[in-house]
């Protein structure tokens, strides 16, 4: 044998033992070739509606413990306070208006932004729906197409002269694109009325969210010129939308997106580092892109990541041979590490609610933190926005709690069965349940209120 027949032979023989073993004592060998790239997920999947938020068997476990009494106290007490929130009441009025306004409204046609009654009816819409869900009764199925039968008939965009719309576009396409989701499940929808609406949330909402993740409002803006919290609730409409009208393309798009995607919404770029708990009880904690910006939004991108989790999770239960689907398990549970850092910056001791005075669990010089550079030296054309970020935002809006926790902590703890890695949100959901509070205090007069859906207490909650 010559040497070039030895080397050969060598090489092949290498290569056999690392692609036949591919573990050694140092872990699992990375065979990855350079430039290789993830290929794109590109599955077609199974629509069992409803299948957003919730699915039937979430609706039906819920229901039998209300209707039996076996309910936990808090969940009996947050369905109370659905029913009597003023969204939910049967003589609501809702007011569909022909353009959703949010922003600068210079060349709208509008003196000033409307978006408050596309925020309070889609609200509305969805808390009907929940109701009819549980409860049975047609009223509330009436209510909530009722109004979105009149928005589909009336709205026809939503504009700005600046980019606030898109924000529009997100929270209250999802919030309407799931109150459709389940309602589509009621008999008495008319057809006709139904595809008008599906047509209508494809058309004005969908559209924008796509154009917003792809294009991020044009080439004067770097891919992530735009908090997480901005891709994130137009991922979820355009999550929502598509499954509402079981679409795989735009489907597919958000899976892909949220791997992998160019902006912030990205679980890649949304997270900034992961750290050991610096309060020593053995969990991970991982900062958020907004963690550095203030509290109020870097709350928001946790609910509403909870939020596209939880829609793509209750997807991925029926199409489980595409695991990218389940979000909440990306990247080694980044989802509920983001969480518990947030948790644990916005949690007091002892037995104070949220918002009590009291001492903190921990000053904000003893929270690890990788220093975050934002739109520094990026292809943004403006180059004065930018900011840098050493240190988590220790601001006014610290321990003010969004809904949202009751997702990741009964996600992680009892749907999947984890036995650690969630000790904040146990503590902040503890703390905060029934989370949506009692009578219209879920809702507040600021649209902040309404850029998750809430009552995760009622339909997440397994003591």
Request: net charge negative.
């Given at each position: 044998?010559?040497?070039?027949?030895?080397?050969?032979?060598?090489?092949?023989?290498l290569?056999?033992?690392?692609?036949?073993?591919?573990?050694?004592?140092?872990g699992?060998v990375d065979l990855t070739?350079?430039?290789?790239?993830e290929?794109?997920?590109e599955?077609?999947?199974t629509?069992?509606?409803?299948s957003?938020?919730?699915?039937?068997?979430?609706?039906?476990?819920v229901?039998a413990?209300?209707?039996?009494g076996?309910?936990?106290q808090?969940?009996?007490?947050?369905?109370?306070?659905l029913?009597n929130?003023?969204?939910?009441?049967?003589g609501?009025?809702?007011?569909?208006?022909?353009?959703?306004?949010?922003?600068?409204?210079t060349?709208?046609g509008?003196?000033?932004?409307n978006?408050g009654?596309?925020?309070?009816?889609?609200?509305a819409?969805?808390?009907?729906a929940?109701?009819w869900?549980l409860?049975?009764?047609?009223q509330?199925a009436?209510?909530s197409?009722?109004?979105?039968?009149?928005?589909?008939a009336t709205?026809t965009?939503?504009?700005?002269?600046?980019?606030?719309?898109?924000?529009?576009?997100?929270?209250?396409?999802?919030?309407?694109?799931?109150?459709?989701e389940?309602?589509?499940?009621y008999d008495?929808w008319?057809?006709?009325d139904?595809?008008?609406?599906k047509s209508?949330?494809v058309r004005?909402?969908?559209?924008?969210?796509?154009?917003?993740?792809?294009n991020?409002q044009?080439t004067n803006?770097?891919?992530?010129?735009?908090?997480?919290?901005?891709d994130?609730v137009?991922?979820?409409s355009?999550l929502?939308i598509?499954?509402?009208?079981?679409?795989?393309?735009m489907?597919?798009?958000?899976?892909?997106?949220?791997?992998?995607?160019?902006?912030?919404g990205?679980?890649?770029?949304?997270i900034q580092g992961?750290?050991?708990d610096?309060?020593?009880?053995?969990v991970?904690?991982?900062?958020?892109?907004?963690?550095?910006?203030?509290?109020?939004?870097?709350s928001?991108?946790?609910a509403?990541a909870?939020?596209?989790?939880?829609m793509?999770?209750?997807?991925y239960?029926?199409?489980?041979?595409?695991?990218?689907?389940?979000f909440?398990a990306?990247?080694?549970?980044a989802?509920?590490?983001?969480?518990?850092?947030?948790a644990?910056f916005?949690?007091r001791?002892?037995n104070?609610?949220?918002?009590?005075t009291?001492?903190?669990l921990?000053?904000?010089?003893?929270?690890?933190?990788?220093?975050?550079?934002?739109c520094?030296?990026?292809?943004?054309r403006d180059?004065?926005h930018?900011?840098?970020?050493t240190?988590?935002?220790?601001?006014?809006?610290?321990?003010?709690?969004?809904?949202g926790?009751?997702?990741?902590?009964?996600?992680y703890?009892?749907?999947?069965?984890?036995?650690?890695?969630?000790?904040?949100?146990k503590q902040?959901?503890?703390?905060?349940?029934?989370?949506?509070?009692s009578?219209d205090?879920?809702?507040?007069?600021?649209?902040?209120?309404?850029d998750?859906?809430?009552?995760?207490?009622?339909?997440?909650?397994?003591?």
């Amino acid at each position: 044998m010559n040497k070039f027949s030895i080397i050969i032979t060598g090489v092949v023989l290498l290569f056999a033992v690392l692609t036949s073993c591919q573990e050694n004592e140092h872990g699992t060998v990375d065979l990855t070739m350079p430039g290789d790239v993830e290929k794109p997920v590109e599955a077609q999947y199974t629509y069992n509606h409803p299948s957003a938020m919730f699915n039937q068997a979430d609706f039906d476990r819920v229901k039998a413990m209300l209707d039996d009494g076996t309910a936990p106290q808090a969940v009996k007490d947050e369905f109370q306070n659905l029913k009597n929130s003023t969204f939910a009441a049967p003589g609501y009025v809702h007011t569909p208006q022909t353009k959703i306004v949010r922003g600068d409204a210079t060349g709208t046609g509008f003196p000033g932004e409307n978006y408050g009654y596309a925020m309070r009816d889609a609200a509305a819409a969805y808390q009907k729906a929940l109701l009819w869900k549980l409860s049975g009764d047609a009223q509330y199925a009436e209510g909530s197409i009722k109004i979105m039968n009149d928005w589909a008939a009336t709205c026809t965009e939503i504009a700005s002269n600046d980019a606030n719309h898109m924000l529009a576009a997100g929270c209250q396409g999802y919030t309407f694109a799931n109150a459709a989701e389940i309602m589509q499940t009621y008999d008495g929808w008319n057809a006709n009325d139904l595809a008008t609406v599906k047509s209508w949330l494809v058309r004005v909402f969908a559209s924008k969210n796509k154009d917003f993740l792809t294009n991020h409002q044009g080439t004067n803006n770097c891919a992530l010129h735009y908090w997480s919290n901005w891709d994130l609730v137009n991922m979820c409409s355009y999550l929502a939308i598509g499954i509402l009208t079981e679409n795989d393309d735009m489907v597919n798009y958000i899976v892909n997106y949220f791997h992998n995607g160019v902006g912030n919404g990205c679980i890649k770029n949304m997270i900034q580092g992961t750290f050991a708990d610096p309060l020593n009880t053995g969990v991970f904690i991982s900062q958020n892109q907004e963690s550095g910006r203030d509290q109020g939004h870097a709350s928001m991108s946790v609910a509403v990541a909870a939020n596209l989790c939880q829609m793509a999770y209750t997807l991925y239960q029926n199409n489980q041979s595409v695991s990218k689907l389940d979000f909440f398990a990306a990247n080694d549970n980044a989802i509920m590490k983001m969480g518990e850092y947030t948790a644990l910056f916005n949690l007091r001791n002892g037995n104070d609610n949220a918002n009590a005075t009291g001492s903190w669990l921990i000053t904000a010089t003893k929270m690890p933190f990788n220093e975050y550079k934002y739109c520094i030296g990026c292809s943004c054309r403006d180059q004065n926005h930018g900011a840098t970020h050493t240190s988590v935002a220790d601001d006014a809006g610290r321990g003010s709690v969004r809904p949202g926790w009751e997702i990741l902590y009964n996600h992680y703890a009892k749907v999947k069965g984890l036995s650690s890695g969630f000790h904040y949100s146990k503590q902040i959901s503890d703390k905060i349940r029934p989370e949506g509070g009692s009578g219209d205090n879920r809702y507040g007069p600021n649209s902040g209120a309404f850029d998750q859906l809430g009552w995760g207490t009622l339909m997440m909650y397994r003591p």
